[in-house]
């Protein structure tokens, strides 16, 4: 069983910068990649960056050069910095740990990019 608490989301200016944090805890050893998805209001969700547990990461091509997906195995955390955002980037941001068994999800944190 693992946990996921997201943080940071708020309301930012057009270029403006946040930083999302991701808590994990429970079972962390069982957590073999994590990664940042989104959901925009009245569309799907999509995924905006993953880590697997070696390091390697994978950017959604709208975000890549401007969100950077980091961890700190020590803190049992993920980040998300997102620099350079645009209104489109509006959405709930949410936590996802795949697992050995299972995928987990956190509640999810809002952040809203206005023009």
């Known amino acids: 069983q693992v946990q996921l608490v997201e943080s940071g989301g708020g309301l930012v200016q057009a270029g403006g910068s946040l930083r999302l944090s991701c808590a994990a805890s429970g079972s962390i050893f069982s957590i073999n990649q994590m990664g940042w998805y989104r959901q925009p209001p009245g569309k799907q969700r999509e995924l905006v960056a993953a880590?697997?547990?070696?390091?390697?990461?994978n950017y959604a091509d709208s975000v890549k050069g401007r969100f950077t997906i980091s961890r700190d195995n020590a803190k049992n955390t993920m980040y998300l910095q997102m620099n350079s955002l645009k209104p489109e980037d509006t959405a709930v941001y949410y936590c996802?740990?795949?697992?050995?068994?299972?995928?987990?999800w956190g509640q999810g944190t809002q952040v809203t990019v206005s023009s």
């Open positions: 880590i697997t547990s070696g390091g390697r990461t």
């Open positions: 996802n740990a795949i697992g050995n068994l299972y995928n987990y």
